[in-house]
């Protein structure tokens, strides 16, 4: 398959791109709404639910904002290099983990959410600053 055909059927799934997909496709983490697809010899996740979708996305993007500091820039206005992006995603996610439960194994990104949630309430209440700080401490790159 060549590179137009693969973009054309990927904007076909674009809409719920899993938000962390990097995360699941490294088996950093898994997610019990995450559904695998192949496009030709690729492989790419989507999430199985719109709300699931959402609350993802707007946790990512929370974590996006929280590490720009941990990762030396200003902003984050496009993306980032892949190895920044996986400091902060699986880093992040093992971070809220050890928050949440004192394991940084993360099985399931829902049911973090979902933990995370009935612990500290809305996304937008979640103790991003010791999050950046575990992820820092607990995730190591390749």
Known sequence: ??????????AGLHERACPFAKTILTR????????????????????ASDDAHA????????????FTFALGKLHID???PHAQEMRM?????KGL??????QDEVGDIHALLDSAGRKYGE??????SQIV????????GR
């Open 1 to 10: 398959m060549d590179e137009t055909a693969f973009r054309q059927q990927l």
């Open 28 to 47: 950093c983490a898994g997610c019990s709404q995450s559904l695998k697809r192949n496009i030709a010899e690729r492989e790419i996740v989507v999430c």
């Open 55 to 66: 609350r993802c996305s707007s946790f990512r993007d929370r974590l996006r904002h929280s």
């Open 78 to 80: 496009g993306p980032l």
């Open 89 to 93: 995603q699986c880093g992040g996610i």
């Open 97 to 102: 983990q050890i928050l949440v439960d004192e």
């Open 123 to 128: 996304l937008e209440d979640f103790p991003y």
């Open 133 to 140: 700080r575990l992820a820092n401490a607990n995730y190591k």
